[in-house]
């Protein structure tokens, strides 16, 4: 083809080609006016900015984090609302974007309140410059700042400072060799931080005497080191400048209790936190008890007291009990002071050789919904409060001691629902010492554990003034195998209680293991059994299951315990023969040997432990 005859061709090409612009250019209007139209488009683009807003990972955590981009995908005029709104382009993680993409978004924020997270650990000298000269430029409108990794040399260069940040994040995670903790400058930010209401701190010093706490309503300090635990003086003054403290989250930064001197219950000073709603601390039993000692906590709506004791556990087992003791008196008087308005309704008890829970609510049945850690952990949430103790060398008996020595100062005459789950396993004499305490208790949920101990008590001899636990009227039993000795014996329990004048209404033995001939025996004296719900085949090899060849008085030495695992080790039952459950402890350390103990924390190495935590 000649070049002469191609011309015509491509004229008539580019002549069809903007024709076909021209087309489409009109249909992207008659688009444009027919959106027009929609009722979305009457919404004001500062409305529509605003909704956008809630894609933001400031607001959605579990939100990409340029997920609510794709809104500017949807239509021009959404688009343009995208565009031309600065707030949208205030959220930066710099470990997710190119150096060129922070430096458009930050074109785009223009002076918008700034949202900035960085991780530094694997930072080059020169990524952080450029990191520096962002800060520098923009600290002006920044409000929220997190930065994790090596810190030390981040923090020599922040030296400009900082009018509008309101939230700081500052997460020490050393390189190798480098120091576990790192020191907070005492001229960061040119100790100017007038906005400053929140702080969080991981393994990272600060003195208490910074410029930084004052005027704070959230302070979350998490493994100092422990030179830089403060002195008790320097932390009540921390504290009295804070006022207006909502949030107190303290992992063995509390003032060290000493542990030769006998224990002050009543101190001489108190700081009065009056806007305290959630309080965390994580230290040893005597470094709660001192802290707790000294704090007046009026408005406490969630205290959390997870706790190491840091005491050898080969000689001082019993000592670590008896300073949960100590923290005891605290919690309790927390409790009765919101008695008057939400009594307490449901009580859960969960324990092992090595731990013992209690966990208290507001509303009735609220314990049944518990049956693994899982489970206690989302009920927890709702809980008026939680304590747990963990022991890694107890005597037999510490968890009854603790069951006792807090259920006998908690308010418990409303409690209408009991449970007893994991392998707890409260003693005859606990429930005949505390039965008086529950007089309005209709219901009660057992573990194979507990329920021996509680149905011998349930068959003793009455006191003078009428029968244990008058308003029962429901037992529920989890995960027990009815054999033929068993169900006798629960049968004798159940006649008992008719004798008494206070039969039981219903029997739950969904969760259980039980031949259909253990069912019908029982019905002969419970108005409604509730059976197993899918029995699996019975074990015709064991023959404990069919041998009826029995009846009333013959099983009074029955015990139901099977080995089920406890929660938080392996548990292999008595090995040696000495009466003591066998476990291994080693099952509930995490990757870094730390004993966690569902806290959400990590505790010391190789050292005896307990755990308290408490909701209001």
């Known amino acids: 083809m000649s070049t002469s005859s191609a011309e015509p061709c491509d004229r008539l090409r580019q002549a069809i080609d903007d024709e076909i612009n021209s087309w489409a250019e009109s249909t992207r209007a008659l688009r444009s006016r ?24 400031s607001w959605n955590k579990e939100a990409g984090h340029l997920a609510w981009m794709h809104v500017a995908h949807v239509c021009r005029r959404w ?37 900035l997270e960085a991780d530094v650990t694997q930072w080059s000298v020169a990524q952080f410059d450029v990191f520096e000269k962002h800060l520098e430029a923009h600290m002006s409108h920044i409000h929220h700042l997190s930065i994790c990794g090596c810190l030390q040399a981040a923090l020599d260069r922040l030296v400009s400072s900082a009018p509008a940040l309101e939230f700081l994040s500052l997460s020490h995670k050393p390189r190798q060799y480098a120091l576990a903790q790192v020191i907070i400058p005492v001229n960061l930010f040119d100790r100017t931080t007038p906005s400053l209401t929140s702080l ?14 004052k005027g704070l309503r959230t302070l979350e300090i998490l493994r100092p080191s422990k030179e830089a635990r403060p002195k008790l003086e320097d932390w009540l003054g921390a504290l009295n400048e804070m006022p207006q403290l ?3 989250i303290l992992q063995y930064a509390t003032p060290p209790a000493p542990r030769a001197a006998p224990f002050i219950l009543e101190p001489s000073r108190a700081v009065t936190l009056p806007s305290i709603t959630r309080f965390h601390i994580i230290d040893s039993a005597r470094d709660c008890a001192l802290a707790l000692a000294h704090l007046v906590l009026p408005a406490l709506a969630h205290l959390v007291l997870p706790a190491l004791i840091w005491l050898n556990v080969d000689a001082k087992s019993r000592d670590s009990v008896e300073d949960i003791h100590l923290v005891i008196p ?40 518990v049956c693994d850690l899982d489970t206690l952990l989302s009920a927890s949430v709702s809980a008026r409060l939680m304590f747990a103790a963990t022991g890694i060398n ?19 005459d409303s409690v209408s629902t009991l449970t007893a789950q994991n392998r707890a396993r409260p003693s005859k004499e606990f429930w005949l010492r505390n039965a008086s305490m529950w007089p309005l208790l209709e219901r009660v949920r057992m573990v194979p554990t507990s329920f021996k101990a509680f149905g011998d008590m349930l068959v003793e001899e009455a006191p003078p003034d009428g029968p244990r636990l008058p308003s029962l009227t429901k037992l529920t039993l989890v995960r027990v195998k009815l054999t033929a000795l068993r169900t006798y014996h629960l ?70 315990d099977d080995g089920w695992g406890p929660w938080y080790g392996c548990y292999y039952g008595d090995m040696d023969g000495d009466g003591d459950e066998e476990y291994d402890d080693e099952l509930a350390r995490d990757n870094d040997g730390f004993y966690t103990y569902g806290t959400g924390y990590e505790g010391g190495i190789g050292y005896d432990a307990f755990n308290v935590d408490v909701f209001y």
């Open 246 to 248: 909502e949030t107190l």
């Open 330 to 369: 605290y919690v309790a008087r927390k409790v009765h002071g919101l008695q008057g308005t939400e009594p307490l309704r449901s009580i859960l008890m969960t324990g092992e050789r090595t731990r013992a829970e209690v966990v208290a609510w507001t509303t009735p049945d609220a314990d049944v919904k």
């Open 394 to 412: 107890w005597q037999s008996g510490a968890d009854t001691t603790i069951f006792d020595s807090l259920i006998t100062l908690l308010p418990m």
């Open 200 to 213: 969080e701190l991981k393994s990272c010093n600060i003195s208490w005497k910074s410029p930084l706490l």
């Open 491 to 560: 049968r004798d329990i159940l006649i008992e209680r008719v004798e008494q004048g206070v039969p039981l209404e219903v029997l739950d033995l969904r969760t259980c293991f039980a031949a259909d001939h253990a069912i019908q025996l029982l019905k002969e004296v419970v108005v409604e059994v509730q059976g197993p719900l899918a029995p699996p085949p019975m074990p015709t090899e064991e023959p404990s299951f069919f041998n009826w060849n029995g009846g009333v008085g013959c099983s009074s030495e029955v015990e139901y």
């Open 34 to 57: 027919r959106n027009a139209l929609a009722p979305i488009s009457r919404v004001p683009p500062e409305t529509l900015a605003a909704i956008f807003s809630f894609l933001s990972p």
């Open 79 to 115: 688009r343009e609302t995208a565009l031309n709104h600065p707030h949208l382009w205030s959220y930066i993680n710099f470990a997710k974007l190119t150096p060129a993409g922070v430096a458009g978004i930050l074109a785009r924020a223009k002076m918008a309140p700034l949202h």
